[in-house]
T-cell receptor, first 116, second 111 residues
C-alpha cells in the first residue's frame, strides 16, 4: 500500500512559538492531502483539505490564520501551528488519497504536539 | 451538520463475533468507510461500502443501509490484536474526497 510519512513524530514547544509539521507521500503523488486533529480518546476531526498549488479548504470553526497549510508539491504538505498555546496540544495526523477510483485514504503516523 | 454516532465502548471475548454500529445524520456522501486505529497509531483502512448491502473482507464485513442511515462493522473470530478503536467515516468523493469520522468505538477483546 501507499506510504505517508510525517515529521516530526513528536514536538514540545513553548507557548507563543510556531511549529511546522510535514506530511509526505513517499511512493505516490497526492494532489490532495488532509489534516486532522485528535484529542485523547476522541475521534479524528478534519481540520482542512490541502490542495496542491492552491489554497487549503478549512472546515468550519478552524482558524486559517492559526493553522497555516502549504501544499507546494505533489508529495509534500505542511501544517504550521502559529503562536501555539497549551490548548493546541494534540495529535495531528495527515492523510492522502491515491486518486482514481480508490476511496482509501492512507494516514501518516501522526505528530504529537505538546505546548508548554 | 454532519454526525456519525457509534457506541463508545464494546467488550468481547476471543473467538467471538462483534458488531459495531454506526448511525449517521449526513448527506451527500459517496459511501461509508471503516478504519481501525491502535492506541497512538495511524488509522488503517478496513472496508468501504459504496452501495447498500454487505461487503466481506476476510474476518471483517461491513454493511450499509442508506434508507435507515445505518451501517455496521462485523468482526469475526476475534483476536487479542483486534483490540483497538474503530471509526466509521462518511466518504465524500468527487472534488473534495474528504472523510468525516464517527465518534469511534473502543473495542476490548478479552481472553
Amino acid at each position: 500500500g501507499a506510504v505517508v510519512s510525517q515529521h516530526p513524530s513528536w514536538v514540545i514547544c513553548k507557548s507563543g512559538t510556531s511549529v511546522k509539521i510535514e506530511c509526505r507521500s513517499l511512493d505516490f503523488q497526492a494532489t490532495t492531502m488532509f489534516w486532522y486533529r485528535q484529542f485523547p480518546k476522541q475521534s479524528l476531526m478534519l481540520m482542512a483539505t490541502s490542495n496542491e498549488g492552491s489554497k487549503a479548504t478549512y472546515e468550519q470553526g478552524v482558524e486559517k490564520d492559526k493553522f497555516l497549510i502549504n501544499h507546494a508539491s505533489l508529495t509534500l504538505s505542511t501544517l504550521t501551528v502559529t503562536s501555539a498555546h497549551p490548548e493546541d496540544s494534540s495529535f495531528y495526523i495527515c492523510s492522502a488519497n491515491q486518486g482514481g477510483h480508490s476511496n482509501e485514504q492512507f494516514f501518516g503516523p501522526g505528530t504529537r504536539l505538546t505546548v508548554l | 451538520g454532519q454526525s456519525l454516532e457509534q457506541p463508545s465502548e464494546v467488550t468481547a471475548v476471543e473467538g467471538a463475533i462483534v458488531q459495531i454500529n454506526c448511525t449517521y445524520q449526513t448527506s451527500g456522501f459517496y459511501g461509508l468507510s471503516w478504519y481501525q486505529q491502535h492506541d497512538g497509531g495511524a488509522p488503517t483502512f478496513l472496508s468501504y461500502n459504496a452501495l447498500d448491502g454487505l461487503e466481506e473482507t476476510g474476518r471483517f464485513s461491513s454493511f450499509l443501509s442508506r434508507s435507515d442511515s445505518y451501517g455496521y462493522l462485523l468482526l469475526q473470530e476475534l483476536q487479542m490484536k483486534d483490540s483497538a478503536s474503530y471509526f466509521c467515516s462518511a466518504a465524500f468523493g468527487g472534488a473534495t474526497n474528504k472523510l468525516i469520522f464517527g465518534t469511534g468505538t473502543l473495542l476490548a477483546v478479552q481472553p
